[in-house]
């Protein structure tokens, strides 16, 4: 960073980073940037994503903020959930391809088994021309293998629209197989739903972690990686878009249905942790991506029209 840089953000980020670190840190946000607030979090006045400038400039306030995060909403891993439940509250529900990322499964699955206070399960749908992971996953997961052509590129939303109709949970979790999460994480939502919450969003920061473990950036607005819905408002949206082939564009279109179709909770106050992996195709070329393509050209259609498509084609059976 510049001199320029380092200057601007230590006279006009710190001071205010730092008196919302002491204090409510979901209220940490870049200068030009807008948060509407509630009494537990933030939600960003914008529409994509964006990094936390201050720790980009002085990695310090990132660790700061990191620890200062998970040491209100700690993370807890276990080998498998102190109780298993026939009958859950929530259902998280897990997309998957391949051995590379496996080893980013098993530890986002260490978190999820660490859940406490809600009746939990985990499914994990591996799409692929083989069964790879099976043998590999702990037994309390629920495992459902989709065979494709190996030439097919990766489609999540399909993922999350099978696991959805063999969930057991009257809440949803479609979470990805990269994400760590607070041992709260699906109590707090459920707790948001019992509030009359039918989609939550409940991120605030994403601390995103390098190879070797070191901090690298921490994100806010980040509409994928992790979303809430209870399982009837999930069908009465149909589900995501299995149009959306590759990588991006999906979270935000099912975000623009779920706004057009019922109550959303999109005061983000809890933290998550991104393990690395290497980029996925077409992560690198956003603006020309296939489902970012997608996304600028569906965007256009009112989102109650594309409910009623997709409701038609994914759940006309479901309530």
């Known amino acids: 960073m510049s001199l320029r840089h380092r200057l601007g953000a230590l006279v006009y980020d710190w001071p205010r980073f730092l008196r919302h670190l002491a204090g409510n840190w979901t209220r940490i946000r870049n200068r030009n940037e807008r948060l509407a607030v509630d009494e537990r979090g933030a939600r960003c006045e914008w529409l994509y994503t964006s990094d936390l400038h201050v720790a980009k400039v002085y990695p310090s306030a990132g660790r700061l903020l990191m620890r200062r995060t998970f040491r209100q909403w700690p993370i807890a891993e276990r080998e498998a959930p102190l109780s298993v439940s026939d009958a859950p509250a929530v259902s998280f529900i897990i997309g998957h391809r391949g051995l590379a990322r496996l080893p980013n499964l098993l530890a986002t699955l260490r978190s999820i088994a660490g859940q406490r206070d809600v009746a939990i399960e985990c499914i994990v749908i591996e799409q692929s021309a083989e069964r790879e992971i099976e043998q590999a996953l702990p037994p309390w997961v629920r495992y459902l293998h989709t065979p494709v ?154 989102a109650a029209e594309r409910i009623a498509r997709l409701r038609s084609a994914n759940f006309p059976n479901e309530k």
């Open 149 to 302: 052509a190996p030439a097919f590129d990766y489609c999540r939303a399909a993922t999350f629209n099978v696991a959805a109709r063999i969930a057991r949970g009257s809440v949803l979790i479609a979470h990805d197989n990269d994400m760590l999460v607070p041992e709260r994480y699906a109590a707090e939502i459920y707790a948001r739903v019992t509030e009359g919450a039918q989609f939550i969003d409940p991120k605030r920061f994403v601390f995103y972690l390098d190879e070797r473990e070191r901090l690298t950036n921490v994100v806010q607005n980040l509409k994928g990686g992790s979303i809430a819905a209870m399982k009837e408002a999930y069908f009465a949206i149909g589900g995501f878009d299995e149009d959306f082939v590759g990588w991006g564009g999906e979270d935000l279109e099912f975000w623009e249905r779920a706004r057009e179709h019922g109550r959303v909770y999109e005061y983000g106050w809890l933290p998550l942790l991104h393990r690395w992996h290497a980029p996925q195709p077409g992560k690198l070329q956003q603006e020309t991506a296939p489902a970012q393509v997608r996304y600028h050209e569906v965007k256009a259609i009112p």
